[in-house]
């Protein structure tokens, strides 16, 4: 049968050549690869591809739920996966075409973790889906080498914390090697393995009240009727967590403008940097929003926020969200703040700025599990280079006896500490704020250094880093 195919070259599923529509569970897997293998092969972000697919598709809530499963799941555990794929097969896997290494891995994550799914079903499905994305030809290998990880894979013995800590983290905790050394090195073999096992959990669905619309009690009280498992969270005065299950970006009251959703470790660092009301505030790394909405809520009509990111599109995001929770205090504009701030930006200081730099995200891993797969080890020492330069920039706009905070969600020294101590010994006038100027709702969290950190397997929350800092007058 002769397959008509795209203008990029991507084969079509069948079911939309007309040959019939595929049941949903051939549907839900083809989406799920579909995005899982442009991940591979382009290093599109997951989250993005996953999102757009999802929304041109008509797959149903639970169908959207399993797909969303599949994707992450496979990205979490894709170094125990391909540790025990090639143990069944005949040939190097990373030399296998895309599609077909990719159809394998969402295969394996089925039959090693899908407990729902029997091992056929896995099996069978696989087929159905290189087959119906044109790769006919490989459909046997995809049976084959499916069908011997089922029946053997129970035999195959993981290496042992104690035996091989780095093997432990690399094949049993799915971590790439470097990551997994450096966690290793940073925190010790038990302490890494109780991270990176955190690192492959479902994090907590978490929202933060918006306090010009509604308290948080009332909001819970509301959310609690839609979401069972709704409590306060440990530390953010404002956070909720929903539990793992659900989307809360569809809930009534996210449309209304009562709630934004965004991590607690996130909600935190704006807790850090305590902004008030009626004080003038900058946020210059801004996209996508959840943390200078979060200040634009706190300031109130009295007060400002001036949001900057370089990416314009990226910044249409913070508008839109501004335009939502109803936050008419909320500017934004197009500034790159790795180079001097513009005369218009720095002219009149800001009693608190706010730096959250791009950084590698090692801390939030479970989050973003794809980003363990595209980071690479020489790119924390390039990022510090851009930490350092936006924070210099940033400190220009802070007026004497402001209040000045750096934030990322990496675990990394060269991106956190070491930044801080390059600041402080570069940029004059700038001291660490004692931790008894903290608002008290983050005090449990500063280590003795004063700097915030959260860490997934102690706070079920996303892993980041904060220092305080004071311009002296």
Known sequence: MEHTRPRRGRPVPRERRGEGRAPAPTRTRVLALRVLERVQRAGAYADLLLHANLARSDLSGPDRAFATELVYGTLRWRGRIDHLLRRCLDRDLDRLEPLVATALR????????????????????????????????????????????????GDIALPALVDDPLGHL???????????????????????????????????????????????????????????????????????????????????????GRFTVQDEASQLVVALLDPSAGERV??????????????????????????????????????????????????????????????SVVATPFDRVLVDAPCSGLGALRRNPDARWRVHPGDPARLAESQRAILRS????????????????????EENEAVVE????????????????????????????????????????????????????
């Not at 029997?118 to 006919?136: K, N, T, W």
């Not at 570069?426 to 008290?440: V, Y």
């Not at 997934?456 to 002296?472: L, N, S, V």
Request: aromatic content about 6%; some cysteine; charged content about 25%.
């Open 170 to 256: 690399m094949y049993a905790l799915s971590l790439p090697q470097w990551i997994a050394a450096r966690f290793i090195e940073s925190f010790g073999p038990e302490e890494a393995a109780l991270l990176a096992a955190a690192c492959n959990e479902a994090p907590p669905l978490t929202v933060r009240a918006n306090p010009l619309a509604v308290s948080r009690d009332a909001l819970l009280g509301e959310l609690s009727q839609r979401y069972p498992e709704a409590r306060p969270c440990a530390h953010a005065p404002d956070g909720i967590s929903l539990g793992r299950r659900g989307n809360p970006s569809l809930d009534p009251a996210f449309r209304a």
């Open 282 to 343: 900058l946020d210059v790394c801004a996209a996508p929003g959840g943390k200078a909405t979060a200040i634009a809520e706190r300031v109130g009509a009295s007060g400002s926020v001036l949001a900057l990111d370089r990416n314009e599109r990226r910044l249409e995001l913070v508008r839109r969200a501004a335009r939502r929770l109803r936050l008419g205090n909320l500017a934004c504009r197009v500034v790159d703040a790795t180079r001097a701030l513009p005369e």
């Open 394 to 413: 940033a400190s220009a706009a802070l007026r004497p006896g402001g209040v000045l905070v750096y934030s990322t969600c990496t675990l990394l020294p």
């Open 106 to 153: 969402l295969g394996a994550y089925q039959i090693l973790f899908a407990d729902r799914v029997p091992a056929s079903a896995a099996v069978d499905e696989s087929v159905r889906c290189v087959r119906a994305l044109g790769a006919e030809r490989s459909t046997g290998l995809v049976n084959a080498v499916l069908r011997r990880l089922a029946r053997e894979h």
């Open 422 to 473: 390059a600041f402080l010994r570069d940029c004059g006038g700038f001291a660490l704020a004692p931790a008894s100027s903290a608002p008290a709702c983050v005090r449990p969290l500063l280590d003795e250094s004063g700097f915030l950190r959260t860490w997934p397997h102690r706070h079920d929350a996303d892993g980041f880093f904060a220092a305080r800092f004071e311009r002296r007058a």
